[in-house]
């Protein structure tokens, strides 16, 4: 005998309806949603802060420059003569020097440590690397200008010489094949304060880039694998397209890193207040450099220029960070990591 059981038929003229399901989120997991909302919220207030006390500290200076502010190459505050156009130049161009030789270093580090290196000296090359990054910036300074750049005078001038064509790479007042040029022409240059910066935001960038080289999907390595791809292929057509975000990141904050800094830029170059594009050339500056050299003999109205400079470099790293979010929020890897 077989008993069936009636099937509940809803009330005549009642529509269905999805019985609705209550979250309850536990005390722990309130704390930590409390916890992480109150610490983005320090964070922006902090950066809300900073950006308003440098732009009260600096409207006296910018009431009376104005736009020559931009503009000016001379820094003469006190007779009213100043602006940022030679820093924000060097700035940009020893950036963009560091730039030019961290990411590839950066980048085939971190390709080499996921994809190459064996299991037992991977933990030791990731140790290494992260503590390059907590090595003081005055001891890169130190390296850059009493070693690296009487070493390198050589490379300075080879490249002078064969592409002094470039405007970037000619030094003025030198013949490009004069042996007997002097070797001071060649220091103290946006060059070697590039590459002392380089090695300094290598570790950032290489971080963020391990990090999401690490992540990419297993699946897609198998399955390229599987289809006859090569070590080489599996990295070109997986591994990079997945971590382009991480790749962007990483440079990027390693761009803000080289915005910024000031000890080792400062030992370097030798100051000038001109905007200088030859890079080979001795000479050049940055708004860092710039405060560490005028802070501490200053005026009153010295010191709201000096204020001035610190907010156009402020506001330039919140830009470049904001566009790089949004081309790694575009990417896979930086999706994925926001979901």
């Known amino acids: 005998m077989t008993i069936t059981a009636p099937v509940p038929t809803p009330a005549s003229g009642a529509p269905d309806q999805p019985r609705p399901i209550k979250r309850s989120a536990g005390l722990p997991d309130q704390l930590f949603r409390g916890i992480a909302r109150g610490s983005g919220g320090v964070v922006l207030v902090i950066m809300l802060l900073v950006g308003v006390f440098l732009g009260y500290r600096a409207w006296e200076a910018l009431r009376v420059a104005k736009g020559s502010f931009i503009t000016t190459s001379a820094w003469e505050p006190d007779s009213h003569h100043f602006g940022i156009a030679a820093v924000i130049t060097g700035t940009v161009l020893i950036g963009l020097v560091a730039i030019f030789f961290a990411l590839p270093l950066a980048m085939g580090t971190a390709l080499y440590i996921t994809e190459y290196a064996p299991r037992r000296i991977r933990r030791t090359m990731v140790s290494l690397i992260d503590l ?6 005055v001891v890169y300074g130190l390296w850059g200008a009493f070693y690296l750049q009487f070493h390198i005078v050589g490379l300075s001038r080879w490249i002078s010489t064969y592409f002094s064509w470039i405007p970037i790479f ?8 004069d042996p007997l040029a002097p070797a001071t022409v060649y220091t103290s240059s946006t060059f070697i304060a590039g590459i002392v910066v380089a090695l300094m935001v290598t570790p950032i960038a290489c971080s963020v880039m391990r990090e999401t ?10 399955g390229a694998y599987a289809l006859g791809a090569t070590r080489w292929g599996v990295i070109k057509t997986v591994v990079l397209p997945f971590g382009r975000g991480g790749v962007i990141g990483g440079t990027m904050l390693g761009l803000g890193r080289a915005l910024g800094e000031t000890i080792a830029v400062y030992m370097i170059i030798s100051p ?3 905007i200088q594009p030859r890079i080979l050339e001795n000479g050049t500056n940055s708004v860092s450099s710039l405060i560490a050299l005028r802070y501490g003999s200053a005026s009153n109205f010295g010191m709201s220029a000096l204020m001035a400079a610190g907010l156009a470099l402020f506001l330039m790293t919140l830009v470049v960070n904001f566009v790089a979010s949004s081309i790694v929020a575009r990417s896979r890897s930086g999706a994925g990591t926001e979901a």
């Open 132 to 137: 390059m990054a907590a090595v003081p910036s």
């Open 170 to 177: 000619k030094v003025n007042g030198v013949e490009p094949n």
């Open 213 to 222: 080289f690490f992540q990419a999907p297993a699946g897609e390595r198998e």
């Open 272 to 274: 000038a207040f001109v």
